[in-house]
């Protein structure tokens, strides 16, 4: 009795072979299921942490290229007329009325290419209305900041006084009137080239070219236009197709600019892009492509414009 007993409690203990099998493949379906919850959640968080660079580097990029906008055409309040250049250059100088030793017309804005103004090489655009990319261009001149009395002999500056004005370089100001004030004279030209932001700015007695941010595949510019001289905008039109058909007195009655650029983030797996994107005029289509996409808009009124 004893001997059966114990023979069968040796029988009852443990897992047989085929339990510990079926254990096992639970375990791996648990694991499994744990494995792919955990993959899938580190997926979304990277495509989160994507699409909030994506917004925060299309916002900037629209923040720097707008940010000193405003100030176009400033000229401590002489007119356009009266600021005189003479004997002031600039290397390797943009053409026509987009030379950087014109103070005036402070704005002008055309469609992109690989011969932009003379003085930068940008990237053509595709202007076609229901499925385009544009890669438009603008530019400002004036002065920005407060009054300047320190002077650098590197630096651009305007001297004005409410009777005339003089573009110069350096310490030696020229002496107009005991009321004369001095801001730094600036040119910025801002572009696409190879998808990325590009500022074409004046530095010392050049123009130097600085990228501002990559991934910026479309930009459109919309004109907000006052012709009869109200001061206030009575059409809208994109930039010209030809910009040397302009006048300078075309440009200056531009009173608003509406700047919409197109971010797009790296190539990302499980994403397809089939939206539309409106530029203005012009539609952009995602294609298909595995690419997220932000479009930021903003519009800049051209205050100093406004009373030329």
Known sequence: MDSCLLKNSHRMSGFTIIELMVAMVLSLFLLAGVATLYLNTFIAQRESSDMVLLNNNARSALAIASG???????????????????????????????????????FLAGRGGNNIL??????????????????????????????????????????????????????????????????????????????????????????????????????????????????QVNRHQSVPANTSNWSAGQWNQVQSVKIHLLARSPETNNYTDNRTYTMGDITVKGGGDNRHRHLVSTTVFLYNHAYQ
């Open 118 to 231: 003379d003085c930068a090489v940008g990237q053509a655009g595709n202007y076609t209305a229901a499925d385009g990319k544009p890669s438009d261009w603008f530019l400002f001149k004036g002065t920005a900041g407060s009054l300047t009395t320190a002077l650098a002999a590197t630096g651009n500056y305007l001297v004005a006084n409410s009777q005339e004005g003089r573009v110069f370089r350096g310490t030696n100001v020229p002496d107009l009137s005991p009321d004369q004030e001095i801001r730094e004279y600036q040119f910025s030209l801002f572009y696409l080239a190879n998808n990325e932001l590009r500022l074409l700015r004046l530095d010392n007695d050049a123009l130097v070219d600085t990228t501002l941010a990559s991934n910026i595949e479309a930009m459109r510019i919309e004109l907000g236009i006052n012709e009869n001289g109200d001061g």
């Open 68 to 106: 000193d906008l405003k100030s176009a055409g400033f000229a401590n309040g002489v007119a356009a007329g009266s600021i005189r250049s003479a004997g002031y250059t600039v290397t390797d100088d943009c053409s026509g009325l987009a030379s950087a030793t014109l103070p005036f017309p402070a």
